[in-house]
């Protein structure tokens, strides 16, 4: 198992500690799983670590790192759409799929002192996991990060650097000290074991339904939601456990669009864009490191991109609410963004929205 460069095809051990190749690409994996099987899950353990073997994991490192992370009931919301309930996790967001791999990983090479840069979640996740796990974290966070999850970073006793600016500029600084000092970048963007985590979100949906739903929404940011679910629908057309592909529309918000207005002109890049401030801060990425490969799936499965009016994510967090769902901005963005589809599109059944975030680490 080793890393290759997404850009020169250049090779590297999983143990080094460069967050990137030398030509400046990005890491991706070079690893296949095992034809899926449901049959060969193990059912003893409670979490998303019953799918190991098709996960990329070199030990068992992993037994303690987890936090008993995944298997997340789907909730119905009406006759057309099912919620993934993913905030139901130690950390209260989905991000605990990737940082418990990416910090089983960590402690497999022996790493002891890591930085990451989030907007909040991935930083409080990857926070959590290597408190537990005994690594040293530091966690860069841009100003106008929810207080809650500052204090949720600092609890889990890393220390929390919030930036001025842009979320752009915050990961900019942070990787700036990952230059300067050498200290293992754990980016949920940069290092593709994250993807290992994410994906098992598609695993336990077939899990549970035995089928895929006929529309996935995904939030789409810096897209590591959006990557891993295109990794496990991959792997399960590949084991031919699918047909075909379902329809993914990824979300933006109205102002952060870097990949909206890209497939405007079917650009292989994100179009440049200058953020506004939004409620939806998990997904205000004006420069995704990953765009090139986002925008090489999105074309390659016909893929739609749907945009989140600002003024209708409170009312679809209050919406949510008052079916007992409490969701932070970010995660209701999702709902907002769903019935613009809809308006534009007509009625969309069997959809999957997932619920990303509790709403406590939003409130401000």
């Not at 799929?97 to 890591?114: E, F, M, P, T």
């Not at 996935?216 to 792997?235: D, S």
Request: with cysteine; net charge neutral.
């Amino acid at each position: 198992m080793n890393f290759v460069c997404s850009v020169c095809g250049q090779t590297a051990p999983v143990t080094t500690r460069a967050p990137k190749c030398a030509c400046g690409g990005l890491w991706k994996l070079d690893w296949q799983p095992p034809k899926f099987d449901l049959q060969k899950i193990d059912r003893s353990v409670w979490g998303m670590f019953r799918y190991r073997r098709y996960m990329a994991l070199a030990d068992d490192s992993w037994r303690d790192v987890t936090l008993g992370e995944g298997m997340t009931p789907l909730v119905r919301l009406d006759e057309d759409v099912l919620l993934k309930m993913d905030y139901f996790m130690p950390t209260l967001s989905y991000k605990d799929r990737g940082a418990a791999i990416l910090v089983a990983h960590c402690k497999a090479i022996g790493v002891d002192s890591v930085v990451q840069d989030s907007s909040g979640n991935a930083g409080n996740s990857v926070a959590a996991y290597c408190g537990r796990s005994g690594i040293q974290c530091d966690i860069y966070v841009p100003e106008g990060t929810s207080p809650g999850k500052i204090a949720m970073i600092q609890a889990h006793g890393a220390t929390a650097h919030v930036v001025p600016g842009s979320r752009d500029h915050c990961a900019d600084v942070c990787r700036a000290q990952v230059e300067r000092e050498g200290k293992y970048y754990a980016n949920h963007v940069y290092n593709p074991f994250f993807y290992e985590g994410t994906k098992t979100y598609i695993y336990e949906v077939y899990e549970q339904l035995g089928r895929i739903p006929a529309h996935l929404f995904l939030p789409l940011g810096n897209g590591t939601l959006f990557l891993g679910v295109v990794k496990g629908l991959e792997h399960l057309l590949a084991s031919g456990c699918i047909e075909r592909m379902p329809k993914i529309i990824a979300i933006q918000s109205e102002r952060c669009a870097p990949f909206a207005e890209a497939v405007k002109t079917h650009s292989p890049v994100p179009a440049p864009v200058t953020p506004t401030p939004t409620m939806a801060e998990g997904i205000a990425i004006g420069v995704p490191m990953r765009g090139r490969e986002i925008l090489e799936a999105i074309y390659k499965y016909q893929m739609e991109l749907v945009t989140v009016p600002e003024g209708r994510i409170l009312e679809a967090r209050s919406t949510l609410a008052r079916q007992g769902i409490y969701a932070e901005h970010t995660t209701a963005a999702n709902l907002a963004a769903y019935w613009n589809y809809c308006e534009q599109h007509g009625k969309t059944p069997d959809s999957l929205l997932t619920m990303c975030g509790a709403g406590l680490k939003s409130d401000h």
